[in-house]
């Protein structure tokens, strides 16, 4: 028994500082936790936080180094980890059951060399060879950050008719009962089998090198078979830096090709299928900013909550979501053949390339687990809901890289819906960065991920998701992966990543999320709006051009001439105001109508019009022969406020020339006589701020 199930190498248990002084390290094995997670970490947070389960940051973290070793003729993995966080280096594995397994988060593997068969006689108690699988290395479901670099299989997966990749008569292995493997083996394997643990942008691989190898992929869902599909196997993402495992040999993002997932992944026809796994691969370089992205939706918890509950009966609509279940580790239906995990709605890409008429299953289902994992940097994500659009919506556990590739969401409202729209740190109830309306897509897309739009053509509301630090949003802007951590502690960079041989993938940090707020009339099913509206398809091409992918429009399908958006000014004119919720109050905002309803609060001092400098449009006011701190250009704001509300000011100032001091105010000033007080002025400092010349 053990020599077809325990691994010649294996890590499953902690290692943690046993001594006061952090001076003996001791291993405890299996998969016991009770002395520290299975990552480890430099710091004993047993004795640091009494709590042996806590978290270690980035700055504490440790890891196990394998280092030159060879496993040969085990009928199982020659590598089995359920320890994260190890380095190995300079790994063979001969004639084995699979190269490597990682079930733990955080491994870098470099010059990795597989032999899954080398053509010897297998000699291995009780164990035949073509019961033996032949296999390279299995990606895990959920929660990890696996690279691979420089690494070469060899005589790995079946030999079948099927194979596209290699034509040799040797490639992989047959079925002999001397040498050869199980039918079903392949190179590369995708758990596929749970609803309830699911992938994010978890793998990455360069500089792979396959030699005389059969089957290449594999979806592997033990539970069905992929039939039904499940959550994690049409989630299904690996980032190919360099195209050498998809074999295409540029950048390529190797995904799901599950019939199920719609075309969530098959985007345009330049999409290469692989059938057999099922897989499709995009090429990144075909797009402009092209990428990956994760979320996590949640809109009612007494439906998320059900996820994996351990209840055997599937909810159903007259359940309520009471005493039933969801989305399981493994299996799809209950004993009435209920699905456990169904559809709930759907998300899809923006554009008629992706309508009914294209894409008949509407998209990528969204279940009671609704994490999402797709490709960015496109003209946006469409979420529409059975049971109409959500009036709260919580995204969280968001992962992308918010300076190389947009990830933009869109939602049906009805006209007359008003939005609050705010993004939280975890830990801190005051670090809140509230968004505020732009007028258009683009300046969704094009912004520093505190903004939202609401098209009154098309009844969607836009917002750009970007990942944000875990406990911190002060100097809101698009937090880069490389940027240090600004807000103390032991963390090292303001975003949670995994990093190893020039790569680098975002990692999710709990806590932080952004919440969407929608005030709308409540309808019959309690946490929706009472009225979806008619959908409208948004109009992604410039005339003369056609949707050709999910980030593209071309003269033609096919063609080479395609249309290069430019990016808007960060803020562009905005219309005169309705004064409604959501609307600039201030009139003339950008002077673009010169200095109508600005004046000096000075007589000392003057205002002009600028053409020389603008932020947004042509013109800006320069403020001149200011004796006073607290003179400058002044509105007045009467009978466009109320009391009791709540409003957004903020302003883009610049200074000119030589200047005593940098520092900028701004005022609200109340007239007192007004409010039933003596005659007089009060003055309330709204924001004090170092700018720059």
Not at 302 to 307: C, G, Q, R, Y
């Amino acid at each position: 028994w053990w020599w077809s199930h325990a691994g010649a190498f294996y890590s499953g248990g902690s290692l943690y500082y046993s001594s006061g002084d952090d001076t003996l390290l001791e291993y405890n094995a299996g998969r016991d936790q009770s002395k520290g997670t299975r990552s480890p970490c430099l710091v004993d947070k047993c004795i640091e936080n009494n709590n042996c389960g806590s978290y270690c940051y980035e700055g504490e973290r440790a890891w196990y180094k394998l280092t030159n070793n060879k496993v040969f003729m085990t009928a199982s993995p020659s590598l089995s980890s359920w320890s994260g966080r190890m380095e190995v280096i300079r790994f063979e594995a001969h004639d084995v059951a699979l190269g490597m397994e990682a079930l733990q988060d955080g491994f870098g593997i470099d010059q990795l060399l597989v032999e899954c068969r080398s053509g010897e006689e297998w000699v291995i108690p009780g164990n035949r060879p073509d019961y033996v699988s032949a296999n390279g290395f299995f990606w895990y479901d959920t929660g990890q950050g696996h690279i691979i670099s420089s690494s070469t299989f060899r005589n790995c997966g079946a030999r079948n008719a099927n194979n596209a990749y290699d034509t040799s008569p040797t490639r992989g292995c047959d079925t002999n009962e001397i040498n050869g493997c199980s039918s079903g083996s392949t190179v590369w394997g995708f758990l596929t089998h749970s609803d309830q643990f699911t992938p994010e942008l978890m793998q990455a691989t360069s500089g792979i090198t396959y030699e005389d190898c059969g089957r290449r992929f594999k979806l592997v869902d033990f539970a069905d078979n992929n039939t039904p599909s499940s959550v994690s196997g049409r989630a299904q993402n690996w980032i190919d830096t360099d195209g050498s495992a998809s074999g295409l040999n540029e950048p390529t993002i190797m995904a799901s090709g599950l019939s199920d997932a719609g075309h969530w992944w098959k985007v345009d026809s330049n999409v290469v299928d692989d059938p057999e796994a099922p897989l499709a691969f995009i090429k990144v370089n075909d797009g402009i900013e092209r990428g990956l992205g994760h979320i996590r939706l949640r809109w009612k918890d007494e439906i998320h909550n059900t996820v994996g509950n351990g209840s055997s009966k599937a909810c159903t609509p007259s359940d309520n979501w009471q005493n039933c279940g969801t989305c399981y580790n493994g299996p799809k239906v209950d004993g009435s053949g209920d699905p456990y995990c169904p559809a709930l709605g759907r998300i899809r890409h923006i554009g008629s390339k992706f309508d009914l008429s294209n894409d008949l299953l509407g998209g990528l289902p969204i279940t009671a687990n609704a994490e999402v994992a797709g490709l960015t940097g496109g003209f946006g994500w469409l979420l529409q809901l059975d049971d109409g659009p959500p009036k709260s919506l919580k995204i969280d556990q968001i992962e992308v890289d918010p300076v190389e590739t947009p990830m933009v969401l869109a939602i049906p409202y009805d006209s007359g819906t008003s939005f609050s729209i705010s993004a939280h740190a975890a830990y801190c109830s005051s670090c809140v960065e509230t968004f505020f309306a732009v007028n258009s897509v683009d300046h969704v897309r094009a912004s520093q991920g505190n903004t939202y739009y609401y098209d009154e053509a098309t009844k969607l509301l836009y917002v750009r998701i970007i990942q944000t630090p875990q406990t911190y949003l002060t100097d809101w802007h698009l937090w880069n992966l490389d940027d240090l951590n600004m807000g103390g502690g032991p963390r090292t960079h303001a975003l949670d990543r995994f990093t190893f041989s020039g790569i680098t993938l975002p990692s999710f940090a709990y806590g932080p999320y952004l919440q969407i707020e929608a005030d709308c009339a409540e309808g019959a099913i309690s946490g929706h709006c009472a009225t979806t509206p008619s959908y409208v398809e948004p109009e992604v091409c410039p005339s003369g051009y056609v949707q050709v992918s999910y980030d593209k429009c071309c003269v033609s399908e096919g063609s080479s001439d395609c249309y290069v958006p430019t990016l808007p000014p960060t803020f562009s004119p905005t219309p005169q105001p309705t004064f409604g919720q959501g609307d600039n109050l201030v009139l003339n905002p950008g002077f673009e109508s010169g200095l109508t309803d600005w004046y000096a609060n000075s007589g000392t001092m003057q205002i002009q019009i600028d053409t020389s400098q603008a932020h947004s449009g042509t013109q800006s006011v320069l403020a001149t022969g200011r004796t006073s701190t607290w003179n400058g250009p002044q509105q007045t704001m009467i009978e466009r406020m109320s009391a009791n509300k709540t409003y957004r000011i903020s302003c883009w100032a610049k200074l000119k020339g030589t200047t005593s001091s940098d520092t900028l105010k701004l005022t609200l000033r109340i007239d007192v006589m007004m409010l039933g007080g003596e005659s007089g002025w009060e003055s309330r400092t709204l924001s004090t701020i170092k700018i720059g010349h």
